[in-house]
Structures are given as C-alpha cells and as structure tokens.
C-alpha cells in the first residue's frame, strides 16, 4: 500500500468490524417462512427478494444468523470477494458460503473499500483451494485497510456517491442502447432463418424459373445431395478398412501384436422432427424443410464432445478449446491450454480441422464460433461440442443458425442440470435446423453479415465506453483510499468540523472499546473439535423413508436387493443436492454404510417394509405402511424428487453388477475431488481397480471407462461433496 495522508492510519480489516461470522448452513427452497440469502443473490449488486428463496431447515437460534440493514456480506467461494453492504431487507438469514462484517466506522466507507482495485488485489493473494478457490474469514480479517477520520469518511463517501451517480446515469444510458442491439440482433435473425429476410429474393427467383421452365431447387435436393456424399464417404472408409483388415490378417492377425482395424461405422440420420415438434417451430417457406443437425456433419466425423480431465498444461502439448475459451463469436487462441499428446489422442475423435464449428454445451451453452487454421489438429473439452458441417452446406448460414432464436430456444428448453445447466451431446444431434436451396444459404449469410456489422460497431463502441465507465469507477475508488479524492477545499472543511479527530485517535477507541468486551467460543470452532460427525436428529429416519420409497418402486424386481438399496442410498444425497450423512467403507461390492442394518430395522419397526435372505440375496417387502414413509421420503426429495426417479427407473434397468460399478465409480471420483484432484479417465479407472481386490477382476478399464462416461452424459457429476468413503479396518 503507499503511503496515507499523515491523519490517516494503517490497520486491518477485522480491527474495524466486529468478528466476522459464517452464515447458515441448509438447502434452498421454493416456499417457508425465512428466507435464505445466498451469494448468487447479491452478485449483481442489488437483492431482488422475490427471487431469495426460502430455509429448508431453520437454524435452533434464528436471531444469530438474521440479516440487518448495515451487515456487509462477502462471498467466500464461488464469486469469491464479492461483497454486498445491506441496505433494506427482509426477514431473513445468510448461507454459509457467506461471510459476515459489521464494520465500527462508517459502513459505506468499509463497503467502498470492498469494492477498491487495493482490496481485489489482496484477495488475489488470499484465494487458496484447489477445486474451488476460496478465501476464510481469518484471511480477510487480516487485509490491510487504511482508515481515515470519521468526518473524513463521511466527506469521501458522499464524493464517491456524487462521481458514481454521474457514471451511472451514463452507463444506464450505453446498457439500454446495447439491450435494443441485441433484440434487433435477434429479430434480424429470426427473419433470416424463417426465411423472411430473402422472401423478395425468393420471388425473383421464381419468375426467373418459370420464364426458363426449370423448377427451383428446395432443401429436400440439398439433403438428398448431402445424403449421398454421407453413403459415399462411409463406402471408401469401409473399402479402405477391408484392405487393412487384409493386410493385418497377412501379417499374422493376432499373433502380429496389433490390434485389428476398427470398422467404421455406417451414417445414420436421426428421423426427421415430428409432427408433434413441428408444431412448435415456425412455419417455413415453400422449398424450405427442417431436419436434425446430426444431418448435416461429415459422415467420418459425427458430433461429438471432447476431452474429460485434459488436467494438465503441458508445454508444447495439444491446443484444447474449453467453454470459456469461446468469447464473442471467436476463440481466444492466446488463452488456451495444452494437454498431453497421450491424453489428446484418448480423444482423437474430437480432434479439429480448420473451419470445423464449435458449440458450448454446458455453463453458457449456446455460444458458437469456427475453429481458426491455427487449431488444426486441437482438441475440446467434454463442455464443448464439435461440428464438423458438410461441404456441401453454408458454414456460415449453419454458425448463424445455431444463433438464430429458436435454435437457442431449443438448446434452453432440453439443457439438464441445477447449478450447472448444460445440454447433452444427443440432444445437441437432434437439433432442428431450417433448410433450404444452398444459392438461398448464401443470400441470407450476405443479409445477416451486412445488417448486422453495423451493430457490431456500434456494440464494440458501447463496449469501449463501458469499459471506460469501469476503469474510471475504479479510478475514484483508488484516490478514495489513497487519500487523493477530496480537493483541497473538501479537505480544510473536513478538518475545520468540531468533530474531527485524527485515524490513529479513532482506532485507539475502537481498540478500547473491544478490550471490554468479553469474548465467547466460537461455535464453528467447538463443532471442529467434536471427534466423530454428527448425525442430525431423525437421520436415520430420513434415511429409511428414501430406502421405502425405493423399495415400493422395484421390490418386485427379482435384481434389487441390499446390495442395490446400499447404492442407491448412497447416491441420493447427490442426486437431490442435499448434505450426505453416509459414512460409507470400501467393501467388495462398492460404497456400504454399516448403518444399513439400522435402518432396516427401523423401517420394520415403522411397518415399512422388512428384509429376508433369499439364497445369496437380501430381499424386501413392503408393509401396511410404506405410503406414509413414501411420503415422508418425497418431503425429503423436495425439489429433487424427478431425479430420485430417474435414478430409480435406471437401477430398475441394472443388475447387480451395473448397480455396484456406477456407484463405485461415482464413489472414487467424488473421493478424488474431496482430495483437491480433478481425475481424469485412466485415474478413475486406477481407483477402481484400487478400491477392493476383486475390481481388477470383475471390471475392465474400458467398462470403467464406459461407466465414467455415462455418469458424465447423464449428469450425474459428483461436486466433491460429504464424507469421504474409507477403507475397511482389517482385523488385527
């Protein structure tokens, strides 16, 4: 930090607040009584409170966690510094993602300060984690803040408030200027793709046909055409794979040591959208036609996304594209990462050519941009998926496309997932696409690029004045706190007021004033010392509801058993987003919490259901009362309940076996992201055959690997949350 104004004086954060506290810790819902304030609700700058939703549970002391006009409240993960200085509010408490402040001097001065280029460069310095990045409370206590008089502050604050007022007049001004931009950007769009943009252009056309009497070619001539190159190409692949089987055979087959060449797989286009899907889109033009996306790629080279775990950054290794690297409509080359040569070609199924297009599928998934000459032989990550479009339709017209409105209407109305939302690869291959005549592609691509390089000037000016606008907001905040702000006439009032005294006389009292008072324990810190978790009351309870409610869906099912229920019990935690309290060990048939007895013997108290050998198995029955433990499990559910569901429907397609390996799986994967790693593949595929003896054995890298994938498909993603699953103690 330079230098202060000699009346100011250096001292720290947590010197000029009262001790910091973690917020509560429950999940979010719909309807309550308390809300529950979260750090996504404060990342813009103000509080909508319809959209703060309400406490699962409530705290036993609410009064220790309700929010007050004047609490500063910072994000500790995720959106990480980010700070918020309430201003109104309602009845409400604060997530345990966030940290609280009460400052001792003026709260807005404290809060401005949260906001300066002095304080974000300290929290650059403080951020630890691996996974998610984090900063604690000790850490920001200890940030060095310089603090001026109390008249002073007073006099800084009403300056910044003044210059910030004028900014933001302008800035409202640019976003609404930039809002119309881009609903223009739009409608031009869905002009062009419903075929309204070239309908003059049409007409032309068609006087011209009838005066030569040819017929004007449609969309179904271009598929057709495009259908026939997708046959040829698979043909000369197979001729080509039959001589190199050939040649493999006549070097010895087997014997040689090397594998037999993969035959290629025959092009299969998804059946056009249904009536039932049509009557969702628009209309089109005569000649025009919607098909599948999945129509319109290389035979050789089908939709795909790319690497799992890229992990590493390797030094003259493989360019590899992630989501974030697509910014505006292009690749930000500078900033990409490389992986491994070995890893890359684990994925050379996603390997890029020049022009090839790019789709995010997950976080902002929609974005689109055309892979540059300088990528060629690049790779992608499992969030972004790779179009390779035939040659015999517009590129352009298909970039433009996929950006049109009801393309993008159609990637928001199928994307899965809470927290990360993201639309899956077969979802991306069934994509409807509006067709037409490849002379009219080219009519619309040259519309759409002339109407619209206008507004991307006018967007790049806005853009330059806004970013401006923050440069200068950022500028006010550093003489702020520098003490550069106020004019000299500012000044001489400040020091002139009878209530003036300097920082250092200031910051004694609060010194004093905190000596007297008496401490008390930190809860958080008794609640580390305590040896073993705890279990909330009624867990166990909880615990034997969702277990009735599986076993009213698939008793019947001659697969599900113990074995089945201890998976299933051990996923739903993460599959409804709810803290896990299975403290599972690593026995042969995957994740098992001991505790499964008790809860079968509760459930049988409770007349839920009741378990008996049957051979090798542990099977269930239900009892007079499983509804009412039905309905306590779908309480527990809450929101979550059509993914248990879904879980559901799949172990009732799993046998033993397929139940045992997706859990496992799932297990070593969350246990690596719980350890700070992020596993790629091969390690998954390393802690299974880890975890128990007979893996290696049962279970094949590449059935591993098929697993690991399917989780990821069907996002069912651990976040590296709950108890770590341990090994069992062998006896002594």
């Not at 684990?346 to 990528?375: C, F, K, M, N």
């Not at 853009?463 to 440069?471: G, R």
């Not at 309480?635 to 799993?654: I, M, S, T, Y």
């Not at 593949?681 to 094949?700: M, Q, R």
């Amino acid at each position: 930090m330079k230098n202060v104004p000699e009346d100011w004086a250096r001292t720290t954060l947590g010197e000029v607040c009262e001790r910091p506290q973690y917020g509560f810790t429950t999940k979010a819902v719909e309807s309550g009584q308390l809300k529950l304030l979260r750090t996504t609700d404060i990342t813009s700058g103000t509080i909508n409170w319809d959209r703060v939703p309400f406490c699962r549970d409530e705290p036993e002391d609410p009064e220790r966690y309700l929010v007050a006009v004047g609490d500063l409240l910072v994000s500790r993960a995720g959106s990480i510094g980010i700070s918020h200085l309430v201003r109104h509010c309602e009845r409400s408490v604060f997530a345990s993602y966030l940290i609280r402040f009460r400052p001792l001097i003026n709260s807005q001065f404290v809060s401005y300060f949260t906001q300066s280029p002095l304080y974000w460069r300290a929290i650059s310095e403080s951020k630890v984690g691996i996974a998610v990045q984090n900063v604690n409370a000790s850490k920001l206590k200890a940030l060095s803040f310089p603090i001026s008089p109390l008249v002073e502050q007073r006099a800084i604050v009403a300056k910044i408030e003044s210059l910030f007022s004028e900014l933001d007049q302008g800035v409202a001004q640019l976003e609404t200027v930039r809002a119309q931009l881009g609903r223009y950007r739009q409608s031009v769009l869905k002009a062009a793709f419903e075929g309204r943009l070239t309908a003059a252009w049409r007409d032309e056309r068609r006087r011209e046909a009838e005066a030569g009497g040819a017929p004007l070619p449609t969309g179904d001539d271009l598929l057709a055409r495009i259908h026939a190159e997708r046959e040829a190409v698979y043909t000369r692949r197979f001729a080509e794979w039959e001589r190199a089987v050939a040649e493999w055979e006549t070097a010895g087959g087997k014997a040689s040591g090397s594998k037999k060449p993969r035959k290629p797989s025959k092009p299969k286009d998804s059946p056009p959208p249904t009536a039932e899907e049509l009557a969702d889109l628009p209309e089109l033009p005569e000649g025009w036609v919607w098909r599948r996306l999945d129509a319109l790629v290389v035979a050789d080279r089908p939709i795909c996304y790319g690497i799992l775990m890229p992990k590493e950054n390797v030094e003259n290794g493989v360019l590899y594209v992630k989501v974030r690297d697509l910014r505006g409509d292009r690749i930000d080359v500078a900033s990409l990462n490389r992986t491994s040569p070995e890893i890359a070609a684990q994925y050379e199924r996603a390997s890029l050519q020049a022009g090839d297009v790019l789709l995010a599928i997950r976080g902002t998934y929609g974005r689109v941009a055309v892979v540059p000459p300088e990528l060629e032989g690049g790779n992608i990550t499992q969030d972004t998926a790779r179009l390779s479009i035939s040659p015999l339709m517009n590129r352009d017209f298909c970039v433009w496309s996929l950006r049109a409105p009801d393309v993008q209407h159609f990637f928001k109305r199928v994307a899965r997932g809470v927290a990360v939302k993201g639309v899956n690869i077969g979802d991306v291959r069934l994509c409807p696409i509006a067709i037409c005549d490849l002379e009219e592609q080219q009519a619309i691509v040259e519309e759409v690029a002339s109407k619209l390089s206008v507004v991307d000037e006018v967007e790049r000016t806005i853009a330059a004045a806004l970013q401006q606008a923050e440069s200068l907001r950022q500028s006010i905040l550093k003489k702020a706190f520098e003490g550069r702000l106020l004019s000299d006439a500012e000044l001489a009032a400040v020091r002139a007021d009878p209530a003036y005294e300097p920082a250092d006389k200031l910051l004694a009292r609060i010194r004093d004033d905190g000596a007297q008072q008496p401490t008390r324990a930190s809860p958080a810190r008794k609640r580390a010392k305590r040896a073993v978790p705890g279990i909330p009351a009624g867990e166990r309870y909880r615990q034997a509801a969702c277990a009735a409610y599986a076993v009213k869906r698939l008793a019947s099912r001659p697969t599900f058993g113990r074995v089945q229920q201890m998976k299933y019990l051990y996923l739903v935690p993460h599959v409804i987003e709810q803290e896990s309290h299975i403290h599972a060990e690593r026995q042969a048939a995957g994740p098992l919490d001991p505790a499964i007895h008790k809860i079968e013997n509760l459930a049988k108290m409770q007349g839920w259901f009741t378990v008996k050998k049957s051979g090798q198995r542990y099977m269930y029955t239900p009892g007079a009362k499983i509804d009412e433990a039905c309905a306590a499990a779908e309480e527990v559910f809450g929101p979550g309940k059509d993914k248990v569901d879904w879980l559901l429907d799949q172990f009732a397609k799993f046998d033993t076996e397929r139940a045992e390996l997706v859990a496992t799986t799932f297990a070593v994967w969350n246990d690596s992201l719980i350890d700070g790693n992020e596993p790629d593949e091969p390690a998954i595929v390393a802690g299974v055959h880890g975890w128990h003896a007979e893996k290696a054995t049962k279970f094949s890298a590449d059935r591993i690997g098929r697993c690991f994938r399917w989780l990821r498909d069907h996002d069912l993603v651990p976040t590296g949350t709950g108890p770590r699953t341990y090994p069992v103690e062998e006896p002594a």
